[in-house]
C-alpha cells in the first residue's frame, strides 16, 4: 500500500503542476454550468438533471483526455522501463495512477456542489436524488478511468491512448440503445452490459445494488486488463 499511495500523490501533484487538469476542469465545469442554468428541471423540478444528464458525455469524453498521458507519456519518455524494472509490483503502479486521477475526478465532482448548494439556499429540493446522482456519476467517472488507463497502456501515443479510450467508453455506454433492434432475451442481457443502463436509475433517486456492483465490475475489469498489459510490457 506504500507504494501505491507514494505513485498516487505523485500522479495527483503531476496534474496539480501540469495544465491539462486545470483545463479539463474548467470544460467541464463551464459546459454542466451553462447546462444546468437551461435546463427547465433546474427551476421547475429543482433538481440537478440539467447537470446531471449531459455530465455522463462529458465525463466519457474528457475522462479520455485527463487519463491518455498516464501511461503513453511514460513509454514515450523511457520511464515506463524505469518504473517496470523498480521494486513494485505492476498492479501497485496502476492502481496508484487510478487513485491518482480518481483525486482529481473527486476535485472536479467536489466544485460541482455548488450546483445543489444554489437549489437550496433558492429552494426546496429533494435531497435523496442529489445524493443518489452524485454517487451514480462518481461510480461512472471511476469506470471511465479505468478503462482510460487500459487505453493508456496499450500505446506510446496519448492521442491515439485517448481515442481508444473514448472509443470504447462510447461503445459500451450506447451499446444499450441497439438493444432495441435484438430479440427481447438478447437486448435484455446487452442492456445490462451497456454503462447506461443503470445511470438513469441513480438520477431518480433510486440506488441499485446491481447498478454499484456493475460500475465497480468494470472499474476492476479494465484495471485487471491494465495490469495485464503492464506484465505484457515488461516481458516484451
Same mark, same amino acid.
Given at each position: 500500500m506504500k507504494n501505491t499511495a507514494t505513485i498516487a500523490l505523485k500522479e495527483l501533484k503531476s496534474y496539480l503542476a501540469s495544465p491539462m487538469a486545470y483545463i479539463v476542469t474548467g470544460i467541464f465545469m463551464i459546459l454542466t454550468g451553462?447546462?444546468?442554468?437551461? =435546463? =427547465? =428541471? #433546474?427551476?421547475?423540478? #429543482? =433538481?440537478?438533471? *440539467?447537470? &446531471?444528464?449531459? *455530465?455522463? &458525455?462529458?465525463l466519457?469524453?474528457?475522462?479520455s483526455v485527463l487519463t491518455m498521458r498516464l501511461l503513453a507519456e511514460e513509454r514515450k519518455m523511457g520511464t515506463l522501463e524505469l518504473l517496470i524494472t523498480a521494486p513494485v509490483r505492476d498492479s501497485e503502479v496502476i492502481l496508484g495512477k487510478f487513485l491518482g486521477s480518481l483525486g482529481i475526478l473527486t476535485i472536479m465532482l467536489i466544485l460541482t456542489l455548488y450546483y445543489p448548494l444554489l437549489l437550496i439556499g433558492y429552494g426546496d429540493p429533494d435531497i435523496g436524488p442529489i445524493f443518489t446522482g452524485y454517487l451514480g456519476i462518481f461510480l461512472l467517472g471511476s469506470a471511465s478511468l479505468a478503462v482510460g488507463i487500459f487505453a493508456s497502456s &496499450?500505446?506510446?501515443?496519448?492521442?491515439?491512448?485517448? !481515442? !481508444?479510450? *473514448? /472509443?470504447?467508453l462510447f461503445a459500451l455506454w450506447f451499446i444499450g440503445y441497439t438493444a432495441t433492434f435484438l430479440p427481447?432475451?438478447? /437486448?435484455e442481457f446487452i442492456g445490462y452490459l451497456s454503462l447506461s443502463y443503470y445511470y438513469p436509475d441513480f438520477m431518480r433517486g433510486v440506488i441499485d445494488t446491481r447498478g454499484i456492483i456493475y460500475y465497480l465490475s468494470i472499474t476492476?475489469?479494465?484495471l485487471f486488463l491494465a495490469v495485464r498489459s503492464l506484465e505484457n510490457s515488461r516481458w516484451s
Open positions: 451553462f447546462f444546468f442554468s437551461i =435546463s =427547465s =428541471s #433546474t427551476y421547475y423540478e #429543482t =433538481s440537478i438533471k *440539467g447537470f &446531471l444528464e449531459p *455530465g455522463n &458525455l462529458l466519457l469524453l474528457l475522462v &496499450l500505446t506510446s501515443n496519448q492521442i491515439v491512448a485517448a !481515442v !481508444v479510450s *473514448g /472509443g470504447i427481447e432475451a438478447a /437486448g476492476a475489469l479494465f
